[in-house]
T-cell receptor, first 111, second 115 residues
Framework: DAKTTQPPSMDCAEGRAANLPCNHSTISGNEYVYWYRQIHSQGPQYIIH???NNETNEMASLIITEDRKSSTLILPHATLRDTAVYYC????????????FGQGTELSVKP | IAGITQAPTSQILAAGRRMTLRCTQD?????MYWYRQDLGLGLRLIHYSNTAGTTGKGEVPDGYSVSRANTDDFPLTLASAVPSQTSVYFC??????????????FGDGTRLSIL
């Protein structure tokens, strides 16, 4: 699995967009980009994933660069409940493949 | 409520004792996983099962065993607990049949302290 690089921490003002970057320069053509988050003391929660196109769901948007070497997770209107550690993971689509979690980005949403 | 149930939520255990952490899912997912999470080390895969009747080793399998007798249950056993197994344990599951990328769904964890 490709490695990912994320900033260790970020702050965001409540109500503003939170843009969380991730570098995955060694990603291969059949690896997906996944984002999970972990709110303190809870299990990780799936947010969104994509292969090459940008994706949007009720939680977030995922922007993947054309060369696929980096991506950005966007929380359009961050709330205090979005304070969490956000993990960017690349995973081969081998039907239930194992996840390799890095250190993630600790996002603090401030009032 | 659909999802993954882990039990117990927390446990304090004497070293040398045997302990089984339970994990049950009602989503009919084929694949299930056990992770441990330690401060500064993130989540690490212990064992996994791609389908009922099969299991495999993850990154840190030593000291742990699993079984997958049916689709819903994936218990993790510590045969003789040691203090280094003090951790938070998460069970997860994912669907393997659809042929598309498979998000994993996690339980709320078991906090285990070995004294």
């Amino acid at each position: 699995d490709a490695k990912t690089t994320q900033p260790p921490s970020m702050d965001c003002a409540e109500g503003r967009a939170a843009n969380l970057p991730c570098n995955h320069s060694t990603i291969s053509g059949n690896e997906y980009v996944y984002w999970y988050r972990q709110i303190h003391s809870q299990g990780p929660q799936y947010i969104i994933h994509g292969l090459k196109n940008n994706e949007t769901n009720e939680m977030a948007s995922l922007i993947i660069t054309e060369d696929r070497k980096s991506s950005t997770l966007i929380l359009p209107h961050a709330t205090l409940r979005d304070t969490a550690v956000y993990y960017c993971i690349v995973q081969y689509n081998n039907q239930g493949g194992k996840l390799i979690f890095g250190q993630g980005t600790e996002l603090s949403v401030k009032p | 409520i659909a999802g993954i149930t882990q039990a117990p939520t927390s446990q304090i255990l004497a070293a040398g004792r045997r302990m089984t952490l339970r994990c049950t899912q009602d989503m009919r997912h084929n694949a299930m996983y056990w992770y441990r999470q330690d401060l500064g080390l993130g989540l690490r895969l212990i064992h996994y099962s791609n389908t009922a009747g099969t299991t495999g080793k993850g990154e840190v399998p030593d000291g742990y065993s699993v079984s997958r007798a049916n689709t819903d249950d994936f218990p993790l056993t510590l045969a003789s607990a040691v203090p280094s197994q003090t951790s938070v344990y998460f069970c997860a599951s994912s669907d393997r049949h659809s042929g598309l990328a498979q998000p994993q769904h996690f339980g709320d964890g078991t906090r285990l302290s070995i004294l």
